[in-house]
């Protein structure tokens, strides 16, 4: 029996709609990944080119075939086989392929595709993901999309067969805004900029005439606010995806820093200096109001909500050296939960709800690393001369976060490393790049 809807790709108005069936025949095999272990050995998985109702069809079923292996191979996950092993040449996907040519070269899953070109100028693009030694489909899809979308789709099933594979989501089909910097060390430009998470399709969102800083996406993806000092002061602003619009969030006496919103989109938590101390504010977007929620004689700023929403971390020197604090949303209840040695700043929660990231500052170096909300659990990620600014992917098992080089041609550059610690990558920018901000899924 088929089943068929409709998804409606909100607030990115460059893609259309993709209508997804799920084809017969899911099977109950048992091929999955424990991700929850902190060394896996890679799953061996062939990807095959997607084959083409004709030439132009043809060579974009490669590039996908190609987008997908890297997604999964960065993941750390997965161990894409080398297209010159495979013996079988797979012509028409919907027929079970010879299981024991791939078996021969060690392949536990298999992943083969077609493009048809529709009527209408669609696309059509089918995948099958294949337990090898079951003998078993494990998902067969389909999608409708315009060719120009071909890389959002493969981001897409690249999410697929990951959360089919580890039975968490993924998170291959989202975008980071960043701070793109270039220019000498001591004449930096920084603009906003958008790209996928992969590092294609990167974009500026600012032409680089003010300096922005801590550009955060809102919950549905539609909107980013962020820190700009057009016309001299620092002014939290929203920049709309969608209209390209951009307005300042509120006028308020004094500096305001590190903006973020809150898990339903309705508010924006900042920190705000008035005097020679910092405190957190909330400021409800619908009716404008703020309301405050610390009130210390220190410097209280980075505020995080917790996926509920319902408690915030933040950084804070009340205890003399910079430390992480968590209180209840209506600023109660303020508990110090970080105690090791060094400073610790950019408290991030997780998407998860079940871990706190961080940067510590220990003997000159800067670590990331992550704790349980209530301070225990604390692991340390990675280390160099300069990381800071983490930001989680939505699934919670992957953090980003910004390098810092040292020497006069040193400068930011974007890394990704996964929750066990393992896995450290660059991600790919135009120029420098500092400050990202991961997006929730776009589905």
Not at 64 to 91: C, D, H, P, Q, W
Not at 136 to 153: A, C, H, K, M, S
Not at 236 to 258: C, D, K, R, S
Not at 389 to 415: H, I
């Amino acid at each position: 029996m088929c089943r068929s809807k409709t998804k409606h790709l909100f607030g990115w108005p460059s893609l259309v709609a993709v209508l997804a069936i799920l084809l017969p025949a899911v099977a109950q095999a048992q091929l999955r990944i424990d991700i929850t272990q902190g060394t896996i050995e890679p799953l061996p998985l062939a990807v095959t080119d997607f084959v083409g109702s004709d030439e132009a069809a043809a060579q974009t079923g490669d590039q996908m075939a190609g987008v997908i292996r890297k997604n999964l191979e960065r993941s750390g996950l997965f161990r894409t086989l080398s297209e010159a092993a495979f013996i079988e040449k797979i012509t028409d996907p919907n027929t079970a392929p010879r299981f024991g040519d791939w078996r021969i070269i060690d392949a536990q899953a298999l992943l083969t595709g077609s493009l048809t070109q529709q009527p209408d100028g669609r696309l059509r693009v089918e995948f099958r993901l294949w337990d090898v030694f079951a003998e078993e489909q494990l998902i067969g899809l389909q999608y409708f999309t315009q060719p120009d979308n071909w890389r959002r789709v493969s981001h897409i099933i690249s999410d697929a067969i990951y959360e089919r594979l580890t039975g968490e989501t993924g998170y291959f089909d989202t975008r980071v805004v960043f701070v793109s910097e270039t220019g000498t060390k001591g004449q930096r430009v920084k603009r906003l900029a958008l790209m996928d998470q992969d590092g294609h399709n990167p974009r500026f969102l600012t032409n680089g005439s003010s300096l922005v800083l801590t550009p955060r996406f809102s919950p549905t993806n539609q909107e980013i606010t962020y820190l700009s000092y057009a016309g001299g002061s620092p002014r939290v602003y929203l920049f709309n995806i969608e209209t390209q619009q951009q307005e300042v969030v509120g006028e308020f006496p004094g500096m305001t820093f590190a903006p973020r919103f809150s898990p339903d989109g309705d508010k924006v938590i900042m920190s705000l200096q008035r005097g020679g101390n910092a405190n957190i504010f909330q400021l409800d977007l619908r009716t404008r109001a703020t309301q405050r929620l610390t009130n210390s004689p220190s410097i209280d700023t980075s505020p995080s909500y917790g996926p509920a929403g319902r408690e915030i971390a933040f950084e804070s020197d009340r205890g003399g050296t910079q430390q992480i604090y968590v209180m209840n949303a209506d600023g109660s209840g303020v508990r110090r939960i970080s105690f090791g040695e060094g400073r610790y700043s950019t408290p991030v929660w997780s998407p998860r709800g079940d871990m706190i990231a961080f940067t510590k500052q220990y003997k000159g170096r800067f670590l990331i690393g992550v704790m349980r909300p209530d301070g225990t659990g604390e692991r340390i990620l990675t280390e160099g001369y300069h990381n800071e600014g983490p930001t989680w992917a939505p699934n919670g098992r992957v953090l980003m976060f910004f390098r810092e080089t040292p020497g006069e041609r040193g400068g930011p550059s974007l890394w990704s490393v996964d929750l066990t610690g393992y896995n450290e990558r660059q991600v790919p920018t135009p120029g420098f790049g500092s400050d990202p901000a991961w997006s929730p899924l776009i589905r």
